[in-house]
């Protein structure tokens, strides 16, 4: 059975930090595409961050040169280092194995930027 399990949201500050992880199981993580999507109230879910089988990373035109998507294959987990934290950062935040014919998705964690 395929799990994804999001963790490290919470609330933090304009300017701050947050690393999320994203453990799976049943599924290794280095043969699937892996992705950070988000989605705050009243939006459509977005794709933050991709990062491919190979290692190369895709991101967002409003995250670049702020997060960092990166993998441990050992720990089958996928991280997503935010920093420099806005406002606008504040969704609630999926994990995505990219896997066909469907993807697996966790549960989602909440991500609030606010002062």
């Known amino acids: 059975q395929v799990q994804v399990v999001e963790s490290g949201g919470g609330l933090v500050q304009p300017g701050g930090s947050l690393r999320l992880s994203c453990a799976a199981s049943?599924?290794?993580?280095?043969?699937?595409?892996m992705g950070w999507y988000r989605q705050a109230p009243g939006k459509q879910r977005e794709l933050v961050a991709l990062i491919h089988s190979g290692g190369n990373a895709n991101y967002a035109d409003s995250v670049k040169g702020r997060f960092t998507i990166s993998r441990d294959n050992a720990k089958n987990t996928v991280y997503l280092q935010m920093n420099s934290l806005k406002p606008e950062d504040t969704a609630v935040y999926y994990c995505g194995l990219l896997a066909t014919p469907v993807p697996y998705w966790g549960q989602g964690t909440q991500v609030t930027v606010s002062s």
């Open positions: 049943g599924s290794a993580i280095s043969s699937n595409v």
